[in-house]
């Protein structure tokens, strides 16, 4: 008798190619890939699978099948999404995470999501959103809180929040007392995200001006490490204001005011269209709302500085 473990295998290997990656995807070995996929093709007296050069490909009956694999695999995450209670959500979700959210509401989504899918893990990689997207793509993780929207076919994307840019220093540079011209703060090394980031290429057409000399421009994956570079009066950091909620309010950081204008940043959850999306659609629903209810609660408070 068939069974919805061997269709989502099956599913799964041809979607990535690979008896290693459906593993991988599905949390368990090659082995037991091996094994569920020769039950299936014995239950269906047909071989669906060529293994040819270590890439898995349908053959013509098993693209046959993947038509019905995935009808059967998005109706039955239908069915769960609407009749079974939420504990009944199990499994291992992959999520790619850009630093900015690490800062602001992630802890908040990691007990939102332990308390209302209590089944459900959450394997976390921390990166600059064009790795992820990469990760993304290649299916090597479900959903990602990136910089967006992605624009890569089969993405689905949905806003989460947008961030303003400030540009933020130690009150030890003396910068905090009035307007700052683009000159006063090109005087510094300019601290921000990494090269290959949006954010970074933006810093860089802001000052790129032939009245102001070359920049001194500090680039960091790491975020803890800006702004720590940033309080120890090393630099300008230009980041979203809300990550230094804490150092803006016991003095640590200024807000500088500057006529310099940098767009926000606007965070999307990301996903890729597949069958069985439920999980990543509920997750990625809870992660807006949280992003939506920080972002009123961070206003007020960053508006005093």
Excluded: C
């Excluded at 599905?26 to 699978?49: C, D, F, H, W, Y």
């Excluded at 209590?118 to 910089?147: G, K, M, W, Y």
């Amino acid at each position: 008798m068939l069974d919805f473990r061997s269709i989502e295998t099956f599913l799964w290997v041809v979607k990535l190619g690979s008896f290693r990656g459906a593993a991988q995807r599905l949390n368990t070995t090659q082995p037991a890939i091996s094994q569920r996929i020769a039950q299936l093709e014995r239950e269906m007296g047909v071989k669906l699978l060529n293994r040819d050069h270590r890439v898995a490909s349908p053959t013509p009956s098993g693209r046959q099948m993947m038509v019905y694999a995935e009808k059967l695999i998005g109706l039955r995450a239908q069915m769960m999404a609407e009749i079974s209670d939420a504990s009944a959500m199990r499994g291992v979700m992959r999520l790619g995470v850009a630093e900015t959210i690490v800062h602001t509401w992630l802890p908040r989504l990691v007990k939102s999501v332990n308390q209302v899918y209590p089944n459900l893990s959450l394997e976390i990689e921390v990166d600059i959103t064009p790795n992820l997207t990469a990760r993304l793509l290649a299916q090597e993780i479900e959903l990602a809180f990136v910089v967006g929207p992605l624009s890569a076919s089969g993405v689905h994307n949905r806003v989460l929040a947008d961030y303003p840019i400030g540009f933020l220093a130690s009150p030890s540079l003396g910068l905090g007392k009035g307007p700052v011209t683009p000159a006063e703060l090109a005087r510094f090394p300019i601290i921000t995200f990494p090269r290959k980031t949006k954010p970074y290429e933006v810093v860089r057409e802001v000052f790129d001006r032939p009245e102001l000399p070359p920049i001194r421009l500090h680039a960091s994956a790491s975020l803890a490490t800006v702004i720590h570079m940033a309080v120890e009066g090393l630099g300008v950091a230009v980041i979203p204001d809300a990550i230094v909620e804490n150092e803006l309010a016991d003095g640590r950081l200024q807000l500088l005011d500057t006529d310099l204008a940098i767009a926000p940043l606007t965070f999307t959850a990301s996903w890729l269209a597949s069958p069985d999306v439920v999980a990543v659609e509920r997750v990625a629903e809870l992660a807006r709302q949280i992003a939506q209810s920080s972002l009123a609660v961070d206003a007020p408070a960053l508006a005093g500085h």
